[in-house]
């Protein structure tokens, strides 16, 4: 084992002495029993509290602290009203740390050391937190969701702003507006940026043609909000490559600060995806003045392995976060010096003072530590929603309780129409409704089902799953998958498509037969042939209709005390033996699949008489009633509360696919324009946008695996994915959301509506798609023209192994902007395009870019 010792000199806080501690004045003022958002500018000696009026706007300079308190279960944002909660609630504190990039280490110090008595006054429940700019938590930035940061350059707001400036427009879940330090082309721009040139006459807003739809309509957003500041200046949008193309006073005021002349924008810079490095676990002591970091685990952390209430243990996360965990028992003086010992950990491992630090008391670990571990059993936790509450259902019921909908994954209740086809090679066979419950194995099947007419008030009418066995060819599984996608398509609305994968079905996949899946071993037998095998032991696994199903065994089936087993014997009788632990429950769903076989026998454990043992032999007995001690129920595939479920936005940009997690995520956070994860354990939801690109969509599966293989939890592959279209949303999606508006985002304005609303001057609106100002043709022309990266002229007409290998010798000119394509052929590309093939290469033979 791996052991870090760490002295004071790998420190680089100063030591505080536990008595010696004063709380600040200001801080004394926090009610211990309220809720609210605070935030704090700290100074060299000294905090000062911000006023209302400046919370978001951070200077890079300083350093901030951040206080934020929320009953337990919700979320506060820069919003909250700090209010006093007279009932017996528990609270949630989180404290954070905000480092400008520019700010002293005099102030950081002091803020770690100010930490320190908020944390004492709040007798050390709070979460504290240690972020850097650019590199802040997810729930740090959600406490700006809604309004925004701005981030800008020195210490201090100025009763004079000075003119001009410029600021990127960043961040697809929260709104940044940083600005920049300089106003130069080769520092700024790249064709995935958003930028803002703000002038005594003008507000600029440059638009990169590869920047997120979500950073461009923020950018309007915020642009409106310096004109309301300065009701004078005008808004203009200036689209990346069509600068020549601003009216004259617009291109004036522009040059005066971005010359054109010198224009230099780089192509979109993609940041390598970050690898996703396993979880560590240490466990620390004191020893004579060390602070002693003992490696004892990598990945698949549980919460047992945090047992000992006297010890202090380091979870090692690398960038997504170093985790430091005091037990309850451990000194106060300890708890207190936790930030700083864990700070010495990150010196002594040489990793970047970015990366975020977070401590936690035992007793008070917030949601996005314990989603690490794959069961998290919280002494305090009331469940809101018991899971199997509900005996008896139905789709009303359902559609009334969409949180219960969601905790169950239950669509509707299952009493629709169901039709199975298998799919053999490279077609499909329809399978007679007697036999649509028994499934084979070797085999992939297609499962349409139609909800009832009853439960019609909710938009989900058609529901296709792929069920694909463990022993599927891989023919089968991708004919499947076209078939899938398929009636996805000829459906178009009303309809999800779910990938299942053998012993993953999810609950109600189950309950379409009413749980009674009987799963057989080898290959399905067509027509005639298809019936029961001789002889076979079936194991009933579940207790209800949207959990029971039974499988085949085999030689290496787990076993548990409370099973009930199937027993085909080659007589052609028919058992059910049950355990002595198993459940009245699960005894009856046995009853019920063997019923579909034959008229059963019920023989209990230790009752078993002669007949039985001279049916089914002694081997089997002798088999069932060794447990194994290793057993273990599948926890992590189990539906997750609603605080441990997760929004991500997913993205594909040059084949790389990217997602970012939304932080206490809202229905009003899913955009049109936009692909979405949501993962709830059991099931991955993906939610395709009306206005999402096709080349993104066409990666969904794909998103969805990525997903799975990085989750910090170890789980499989085979997790079901469910594909689901805006407005057209299960039940058991929509009721992981607090509210769901189905009209909320009929009205939503993406960015090319919204310049059109605001009539904004600058240059023409790059076409996309969705443009109505343009023929088909030239839209057709124009997009195939704009979607490719751009570089410079020079650049284009020099040696060609200096030229990035995906650029086509002989198609330079796609890679030019707007403005040079107009400067080099006296023409737009539009034009160009209609020109014969010889006439076209004629022309970049002339102007040498062939």
């Keep these: 084992m791996k052991v870090l010792d760490i002295s004071q000199k790998d420190c680089d806080l100063k030591r505080p002495i536990y008595e010696e501690i004063r709380v600040d004045p200001l801080f004394r003022k926090i009610s211990k029993h309220s809720i609210g958002f ?20 951070f200077y890079d300079e300083n350093v901030y602290i951040i206080y934020a308190a929320a009953i337990k279960g919700t979320f506060t944002d820069q919003n909250t009203i700090s209010r006093e909660i007279k009932t017996s609630v528990t609270i949630e504190r989180f404290v954070h740390i905000w480092i400008g990039s520019s700010a002293s280490t005099v102030k950081s110090k002091n803020a770690a050391l100010k930490i320190i008595e908020l944390d004492v006054h709040f007798n050390h429940s709070v979460v504290q937190y240690r972020e850097s ?32 400036r410029l600021y990127q427009i960043y961040g697809k879940t929260c709104p940044i507006c940083i600005q920049m330090k300089s106003i130069n082309w080769i520092d700024n721009f790249n064709s995935g940026n958003v930028m803002i040139l703000q002038t005594q006459c003008f507000i600029f807003v440059w638009v990169g043609r590869s920047s997120s ?21 005008e808004i203009a949008v200036v689209d990346d490559g069509y600068e020549q193309s601003m009216s004259i006073e617009c291109k004036t005021e522009w040059n005066k600060f971005l010359n054109l002349s010198e224009r230099l924008v780089h192509p979109l810079v993609i940041k390598p995806v970050t690898e996703h490095n396993p979880l560590k676990l240490y466990k620390c002591a ?25 010890s202090t243990f380091i979870i090692d996360g690398d960038v997504y976060g170093i985790w430091i965990w005091i037990g309850r028992n451990v000194p106060k003086g300890d708890k207190a010096e936790g930030m700083r010992h864990v700070r010495g950990y990150m010196i002594k491992r040489n990793h970047p003072s970015t990366h975020p630090v977070i401590r936690i008391i035992d007793g008070h670990e917030p949601i996005e530590f314990i989603a690490m571990f794959p069961q998290w ?92 066995g463990s022993q599927a060819k891989q023919m089968d599984k991708t004919t499947g998958e076209l078939f899938l996608t398929e009636m996805f398509d000829h459906f178009n609305t009303n309809v999800v498509q779910i990938r299942v994968h053998e012993g993953m079905e999810p609950p109600h996949f189950l309950q379409l037969f009413r749980g009674r899946l009987i799963i057989l071993h080898g290959y399905d037998p067509c027509g005639a042939k298809r019936k029961f095998p001789p002889t076979f ?108 479920v997760s929004l991500y936005l997913a993205t594909l940009i040059q084949s790389q696919i990217q997602l970012e997690q939304i932080f206490a995520f809202e229905q009003k956070d899913l955009t049109p324009d936009n692909i979405y994860l949501l993962d709830a354990g059991s099931m991955i939801y993906i939610w395709l946008g009306s206005l999402s690109d096709v080349e993104q969509r066409n990666a969904v599966w794909i998103m969805g695996l990525h997903l799975i293989s990085i989750h910090p939890i170890p789980r499989s592959l085979k997790v079901p994915v469910c594909i689901i279209k805006q407005g057209y949303e299960p039940i058991s999606f929509t009721g992981f959301f607090d509210k769901w508006d189905p009209k909320l985002l009929d009205n939503i304005k993406t960015f090319e509506k919204l310049r059109i609303q605001m009539n904004l001057s600058g240059t023409h609106p790059i076409p996309s798609p969705r443009s109505i100002t ?50 080099v052929f ?11 093939k010889w006439k076209q290469v004629e022309l970049k033979k002339q102007y040498k870019l062939f």
């Design 133 to 164: 700019q650019g590199h802040e938590t997810k729930r740090f930035l959600s406490y700006f969701k809604e309004n925004g940061m701005q981030i800008l350059t020195g210490t201090s707001h100025k009763s004079t702003p000075e003119y001009p």
């Design 377 to 468: 059993i919280d002494n305090d936790h009331s469940t809101s929603i018991a899971r199997h509450v509900l005996e008896k259902f139905d789709a009303l019921t359902l559609i009334q309780r969409p949180q219960v909908a969601a905790q169950m994954q239950l669509i509707d209740d299952g009493c629709g129409e169901i039709k199975v086809f298998r799919i053999d090679s490279d077609d499909i066979t329809d399978i007679p409704k007697k036999y649509g419950q028994v499934f084979y194995s070797n085999n992939c099947y297609i499962i349409h089902y139609q909800t009832h007419a009853a439960s019609t008030s909710h938009s989900v009418k058609n529901v296709i799953y792929l069920w694909i």
């Design 213 to 233: 739809s979500i950073e461009r309509v923020n950018s309007l957003k915020i642009a409106s909000k310096f004109r309301d500041c300065r009701p004078s200046t």
């Design 38 to 57: 605070h935030i704090f500018k700290v100074e060299n000696d000294h905090i000062e509290s911000v006023g209302k009026d400046q919370i978001g706007v």
């Design 286 to 310: 004191n020893l004579n003045g060390l602070f002693r970091a003992e490696h004892i685990k990598t990945d698949g952390i549980e919460q047992i392995d945090l047992n000992d209430k006297n």
């Design 537 to 644: 032991i079936l194991k009933v696994i579940g207790n209800s209709t949207y959990t029971t199903k039974a499988i085949q065994m085999t030689n290496k089936s787990s076993h548990q005390s409370t099973d009930c087993y199937i027993i085909k014997t080659i007589s052609g009788t028919i058992y059910v033996w049950c355990s002595q632990s198993s459940t009245g429950d699960t005894r009856e769903m046995a009853k019920g699949i063997a019923g579909m076989i034959g008229e059963p026998q019920v023989v209990m454990e230790g009752a078993e008489n002669e007949e039985f043992y001279e049916s089914v032999g002694d081997k089997f007995v002798a088999q069932v009633k060794v447990i194994s001690n290793n057993y273990m129920e599948p926890t992590l595939y189990s539906t997750w509360e609603k605080s441990k």
């Design 826 to 836: 006296n023409m737009e590309y539009t034009q160009f395009a209609e020109l014969p």
């Design 774 to 823: 343009n023929s088909i043709s030239d839209v057709s022309y124009l997009n195939e023209f704009d979607k490719h990266q751009k570089y410079p002229l020079e650049m284009l007409r020099g040696d060609p192994l200096n030229l990035p290998t995906y650029i086509n010798p002989s198609q330079k000119e796609i890679h030019l902007t707007h403005d040079d394509f107009v400067s």
